[in-house]
């Protein structure tokens, strides 16, 4: 019975630091570049080439760690793991081993069940313990061209080579794919939000790879893990995790034993298959870089570095939840990028503090028109000084909801303002009761048989009478006038 079962995942995340060069020499971090057109003897790997720590590395890496409540250690040791791969041409990667650059982190996500559709349920907070973030040089690319057996040639690119990662360890303290799921979406927007990384997972810039394992439930020990790569995008990894889920729970429950192995997850036959057998540590013979000093970093840097963060996603949806009242999905989904959350709070300011209109009006129109676009909201084409003043004047009964709907679509097309299209169009709502007043008699005039019906106790018509007068006044009538009337 899955019933039975506890299902175990840590995760590690590997995101490319957004720097312009490389993290030992000052070759170019361009991507898409000629292949090997950014190398030097030292990315190279050349025998006499000594690696320089670029310090820009070290200024991303602290505002990431910061961004997810790690702590920065004053003294951190660059070491070298061993191993022969063709696009790894020092025979060895500079990462850190024993003494990282951060460890011991705290950081609170949101997260939520799913239903079947993959609908979110109820946000909850869930505390997740990040073991370490430390620093360290990318490896080159192998590119293979050409059918297996046949006609196969390979390539090697080394522009990747040297680029700088954070990788990010995370206790086992993930119960479920969802987790897991959540987790690396907050990763992701928090890294990005700081300027920390791209953190783009169809870039390759951010890579996730995720260890499971089950035991019953009741049990204290771990069961074997294994560890899945290959996914390419947060969903991969969570189909990956459940795949695996019920693997382990179906070889244990038939009395088999699991391996534990490196996976891969090949998403178009939904399912894992062996990579290798995973190195234990002492297979990369770590060593410390005999040809970089200890990194060490004071108190104050951090400090500086702390002080220049934004206020950070998590609690800037709190606040907008508190400050605006509204729900706690919608919070979140204002807050999913920086120019999205600071747009919001200037069309706010700029309705006269009307904060949830604005929240609707967003989500429901302008989100879609910037999907539609392809465009993100640091690049709307409607600034949020005038989104605000439309649902200003929406909100004064200069123009309905329904009129609103459509000045937005020529505003996003022509990038005018509300009040010169509502001028050009004559659009002006008719708030004028006697005019209003003089369309209801029209429409009583024309509908007799439901007057009758309403008079008799039928008060389901009313809706029908404001429709007609709103009909008649081609919907320039402010409804709220007509209701009243
Ligand atoms: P390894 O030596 O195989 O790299 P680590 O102890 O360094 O293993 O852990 C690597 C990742 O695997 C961490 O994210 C950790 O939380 C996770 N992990 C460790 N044991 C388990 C387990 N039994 N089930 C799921 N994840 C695990
Ligand atoms: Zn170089
Ligand atoms: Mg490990």
């Not at 990369?284 to 206020?311: C, G, H, K, M, W």
């Not at 009583?444 to 018509?461: C, D, M, S, T, V």
Request: net charge negative; aromatic share 8%; glycine share 8%.
């Amino acid at each position: 019975m899955t019933n039975d079962w506890e299902t175990i995942i840590g995760l590690e995340v590997h995101a490319q630091l957004s720097t312009e060069s490389k993290i030992f020499c000052g070759c170019s971090t361009r991507f898409g570049d000629e292949p090997n057109a950014n190398t030097c003897p030292t990315c190279l790997g050349l025998p006499g080439a000594l690696p320089v720590l670029n310090w820009r590395a070290v200024e991303l890496g602290a505002r990431a760690a910061l961004a997810l409540g790690l702590h920065i250690n004053e003294r951190s040791i660059f070491a070298r793991k061993n191993y022969f791969y063709p696009d790894l041409p020092k025979g060895y990667q500079i990462s850190q081993y024993d003494q990282p650059f951060s460890t011991n982190g705290t950081l609170e996500i949101m997260t939520a069940d799913r239903d079947e559709a993959g609908h979110a349920h109820e946000w909850k907070p869930m505390t997740i313990q990040i073991t370490r973030l430390h620093l360290e040089e990318d490896a080159g690319k192998n590119v293979h061209e050409g059918l297996p057996d046949v006609d196969r040639f390979s390539y090697i690119d080394l522009n990747r080579a040297g680029t700088p990662l954070a990788e990010i360890v995370t206790e086992p303290d993930f119960r479920s794919s969802w987790q897991a799921y959540d987790y690396v979406n907050h990763v992701r927007r928090a890294l990005q939000w700081v300027g920390a990384s791209d953190a783009d997972m169809e870039k390759g810039n951010l890579r996730c790879e995720a260890n499971v394992s089950v035991r019953r439930k009741g049990d204290t020990k771990f069961g074997t893990k294994v560890e899945l790569k290959n996914l390419n995008s947060v969903r991969f990894m969570q189909k990956a995790i459940e795949f695996e889920v019920e693997r382990h729970i179906k070889t244990l429950e038939s009395g088999g034993q699991l391996v534990q192995e490196t996976l891969l997850w090949d998403e178009r036959l939904n399912e894992t298959r062996p990579m290798r057998s995973k190195e234990e540590a002492h297979d990369y013979r770590y060593f410390p870089e005999p040809d970089l000093p200890p990194l060490i970093v004071t108190n104050q840097f951090v400090e500086e570095v702390r002080a220049s963060l934004p206020e950070l996603p998590g609690p800037r949806a709190k606040r907008f939840a508190e400050q605006y009242g509204l729900s706690y999905a919608d919070a979140s989904q204002l807050t999913g990028d920086r120019a999205l959350a600071d747009y919001y709070e200037s069309a706010v300011e700029a309705s006269g503090s009307n904060a949830r209109a604005t929240a609707n009006w967003i989500r429901s129109e302008l989100l879609r028109e910037l999907e539609n676009a392809g465009l993100s909201a640091g690049k709307s084409p409607i600034p949020a000084m005038k989104l605000g003043a439309l649902v200003r004047m929406i909100d004064d009964g200069k123009i309905s909801g329904k009129q609103g709907k459509d000045v937005l679509v020529e505003m996003f097309a022509t990038g005018k303002s509300a009040a010169v299209i509502v001028e050009e169009k004559g659009l002006i709502q008719v708030s004028d009761t006697g005019e209003i007043d003089r369309v209801i008699d029209e429409v009583i005039a024309a509908n007799p048989n439901q007057l009758e019906a309403y008079r008799g106790g039928k008060e389901a018509l009313f809706g029908f009478f404001v429709g007609q007068v709103m009909k008649a006044s081609k919907g320039k009538a402010n409804p709220k006038v007509v209701m009243s009337a």
